[in-house]
């Protein structure tokens, strides 16, 4: 049966639960994941004739007005031969924090359930949103990690942290936090329970038996773990002097390979100098048990100084700071030994730090660095991007208090569902008025009998995604990779584009196609300044825009595209200001993006 909002006929599109969170129009689908839809083959035309009938709709939508008409253009080349890059297909990812909201310091910050010691996991709403990620990764870290202590075997703080339950997370005594092995269970019951990827960060502090005891007992009650992390921001040492013993307990625990935790490591500061990466380069040589080199990365430090509103919208300062992801990657590939080849995660960061700045970095505007650092990230190599902070801090994804989602996770959401494993590389080009071109080019240098001129694109990160450098198109960003299974075939391609800019532009492309389904993202309130809304609105069919909300019982509104003309000579799309937008090129052909060509890493 057709779902709410669509007039496909029964006959001829049948939707499978739960796929309302990502509905595609009826096409003609292979083998899809247990979240995709099946579809009865049809031909082109039937396709097209259905595509074209339609209705778009999201929960609780209510009308936006309509962006002013574009006055400039960017135009974006795809190299689909090749691959940029492969990721995991956990590339998402959300973190969780131990900071207390009641023992001071950072904590007081960070509010209500910002702890993964007290965080409700039974709440039904939280437990709805994680499902909503299924598939992506959870880590469970953060500065308080390299204290904990588990509440397990024989050592002497393990007996003292018996001592103390069970109020051991009220103060005075707040850290460290000891964490029962029930507790534990509870963690990865809810990452199971979710689809979720479980990252745990270990407290590689001194001696490491309370560690080992940990991994025995975790053994034993055969909860699922998918990477240990050998500490948070400790360097490099507890790594070179007990990453081999707990390498050797975890391969004694898990004999079996294929259901063995990775291990991964040392989540310490990326965005340092290039002393501090010089560290990096020592572990990536000095050892091989690690499955993953994984930093941390915020955009702007100390919460992010007082023009971070500002910077959030300049789309150069944020091309500075995604340049960490870059140096990373180049790290640890320049110093791999013959047979170890570790993938790089980004292990936590947002973008501002010290638990972020609220009524900034968990509206709106947060999601344009998130979406594009993703994007970026992705293209150069990194393997998975853990979002700092699923609940908790200024930049949660979902409200500690409410439990309501923020604008970001949608963007999570979205991103996590549509763009599949593999990366390419795009190219970028400004069509902008003739009077806003400083460059002084004649009508022989790209004036085409228009008011718009071409601009050619100086790419910074040659070979990576584009971005543009002239005005007032230079606000664009655009990254692609081949689309998800769930809602493309072989050879389609999403397109990734997130505009900074205050005023309207359009993307457009030479991909050929034979129709794109977009899904468009903007402020659910256009008013808001610097684009600081709390909410996400979502275009709909006829340019409505609907604010996303949750239904009934907590269910996820189903996150249809509008689907658009696309053909042989390309397309366009106009990207209102401040807008993220997704768009899957079907029928694009993109050699890359076969079966063979797209394998996932881990």
Request: charge should be negative; charged fraction near 15%.
């Amino acid at each position: 049966t057709a779902a709410v909002g669509t007039t496909c006929p029964a006959a001829l599109c049948t939707f499978l639960p739960p796929v309302d969170l990502l509905l595609t129009a009826c096409r003609p689908e292979k083998a899809r994941s247990a979240m995709a839809v099946a579809v009865a083959p049809l031909n082109l035309w039937r396709r097209t004739a259905l595509v074209a009938a339609m209705t778009i709709m999201a929960v609780g939508s209510t009308d936006v007005p309509a962006p002013a008409p574009p006055t400039s253009s960017v135009t974006v080349g795809v190299t689909t031969s090749t691959a940029a890059s492969t990721v995991s297909p956990h590339f998402v990812g959300v973190n969780t924090d131990w900071w207390l909201s009641n023992c001071g310091g950072e904590g007081s910050n960070w509010g209500a359930n910002a702890s993964i010691a007290v965080l409700d996991l039974a709440n039904p709403r939280l437990n709805a949103l994680a499902r909503g990620l299924s598939g992506a990764t959870w880590r469970i870290g953060g500065t308080h990690g390299d204290s904990v202590v588990y509440q397990v075997g024989n050592t002497s703080s393990a007996k003292s942290c018996a001592a103390k339950s069970p109020q051991w997370h009220h103060p005075p005594d707040c850290y460290p936090v000891c964490l029962t092995l029930d507790r534990f269970a509870q963690i990865a019951d809810f990452a199971a329970t979710a689809g979720l990827k479980l990252v745990f960060g270990l407290n590689m502090q001194g001696d490491v038996t309370n560690v080992i005891d940990f991994l025995e007992a975790v053994a034993s009650r055969n909860l699922s773990v998918d990477t240990f992390e050998l500490g948070n921001e400790l360097g490099i040492k507890p790594i070179l002097t007990n990453g081999k013993a707990i390498a050797d307990a975890v391969g004694r625990l898990w004999p079996d390979v294929g259901t063995r935790p990775l291990l991964a490591g040392p989540d310490d500061a990326g965005d340092g100098d290039d002393a501090s990466r010089q560290e990096f380069a020592t572990l990536v040589s000095s050892q091989t048990s690690l499955a993953a080199i994984t930093f941390h990365a915020y955009a702007f430090h100390h919460g992010g100084g007082p023009t971070l509103n500002e910077d959030l919208l300049n789309a150069e300062k944020i091309d500075a700071a995604a340049e960490v992801y870059d140096a990373m990657v180049a790290v640890v590939r320049d110093h791999v030994s013959q047979g170890y080849t570790p993938g790089v995660w980004m292990g936590e960061g947002n973008a501002a730090g010290y638990g972020g700045r609220r009524n900034t970095t968990n509206t709106f505007v947060n999601g344009l660095w998130y979406v594009n650092a993703m994007g970026h990230a992705a293209t150069v190599g990194v393997g998975r991007f853990l979002r700092q902070t699923l609940v908790g801090g200024g930049y949660e994804l979902v409200d500690g208090s409410t439990f309501l989602p923020n604008p970001d996770y949608w963007s999570a959401v979205l991103y996590h569902r549509l763009v599949g494993v593999a990366m390419l590389n795009t190219s970028l080009a400004a069509n902008v008025p003739a009077a806003a071109d400083s460059g002084g080019r004649s009508d022989a240098d790209g004036v085409h009998g228009d008011p718009l001129r071409d601009v050619a694109i100086n790419n910074k990160h040659a070979g990576a995604s584009g971005k543009t450098t002239a005005t007032p198109a230079d606000s664009v960003r655009v990254h692609a990779a081949c689309a998800a299974p769930a809602v493309g075939d072989a050879g389609d391609v999403v397109l990734i584009a997130v505009s900074f800019a205050q005023a309207p532009t359009t993307l457009k492309s030479g991909l050929v196609g034979v129709g794109a389904s977009v899904w468009q993202l903007q402020p659910g309130d256009t008013t808001a300044p610097e684009c600081r809304s709390s909410t996400a609105a979502l275009l709909g069919e006829g340019g409505a825009w609907g604010n996303l909300t949750l239904g009934a019982d907590d269910t996820l509104p189903p996150l249809r595209p509008v689907n658009t003309s696309w053909g042989a000579e390309g397309g366009s799309l106009a990207l209102p200001p401040c807008s993220i937008s997704f768009v899957v090129v079907h029928g694009a052909g993109a050699a890359a993006c076969t079966a063979t060509a797209s394998t996932p890493c881990s």
